[in-house]
């Protein structure tokens, strides 16, 4: 791993900004925390290790991967495995940070140019009022403007209609023009918890016993070809959308997810407190992911028992 250094202050006053918003959004989020806390899991909220963070993006000129990367490559991150999910039309990096302490990131782009012309029109009449990359304009040596920035409006408020024919083409397209750079999920690192939660199998007992609606596409535990990644998510509780014509409707927002990496095969001989995140498996899953996905789409917020 190569040194770099960092402004460590920012990148906590920008992580923190972002979860106070999630927060505040999805119930879910104190919820699960606050039932790891009833059942002795954790003591505090700060005791969790947030394995990472998804954000999702327009890919548009100025926009898209290529804009929003830059916030974080600023702040210590390198840029790492590339993931293509054709039947979604997204692509996806996943980012490996500064220092063990932060969350990896997950940063995801819908490949605009494979939509119908319809749908891209939609888009670009939104976004085409950015002319050039916001992020270029932002100082981000200012954590308060990078905050700020990550919260404020980059195109018109979407028309309910407009809302509803990219919905019918594609439910990330509409989360994104809708809810935009706001924090996907975060994702409880289970692992290191206490014996009969380290597990995804464990982790989602207890969340069922605790009245969490999981995510059920391709099963309720994605596990990678390797064995060594498990990972479940919760079903995107609802946010009342106000439209451009004032009209409200219930839409998907965020979700919470859970995540098991495994030891690495070469360090099975380590004692369990000499085992460092370096010593798991790393990176992401295409095919956990595209299931992942699916946590703010309809068959699962919509899906019944
Ligand atoms: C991201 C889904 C993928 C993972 O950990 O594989 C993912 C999203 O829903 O935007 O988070
Ligand atoms: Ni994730």
Known sequence: MPTTTYNRK??????????????????????????????DIISRPGDIENDHIAFRTMGVPHLGIASLEKIFQH???????????????????????????????????????????AAQVT?????DTVKSDP???????????VDQFLHSALWQTPTLADYQSLSAESEYAAWVIYNRYYLNHFTVSVHNLPEGYDTIAGFN????????????AGGKIKTSPDGKLSQSSTVAGMVTATFAGGETLPIAGSYVEF???????QFSDLSKTAIKREHRREGFEAGNADKIFESTYNTQTQRQG
């Open 10 to 39: 920012g990148l906590e006053y920008v992580l923190d900004g972002l979860m106070r918003r999630y927060q505040e959004r999805v119930p879910d989020v104190m919820a699960v925390i606050n039932a790891m806390i009833g059942e």
């Open 75 to 117: 702040f210590g991150y390198s840029r790492r495995d590339p993931y293509f999910f054709p039947e979604k039309k997204l692509n996806a990096y996943w980012y490996s940070p500064p220092a063990p302490e932060f969350p990896r990131i997950f940063i995801s782009e819908l490949r605009v140019p494979d939509l119908s012309p």
């Open 123 to 127: 888009i670009r009449n939104y976004t």
């Open 135 to 145: 992020v270029d304009a932002l100082d981000l040596d200012q954590p308060e403007a």
């Open 205 to 216: 007992a207890f969340l069922e016993r605790k009245g969490f609606r999981l995510n059920d």
């Open 259 to 265: 995540a098991e990496r495994k030891v690495l095969d």
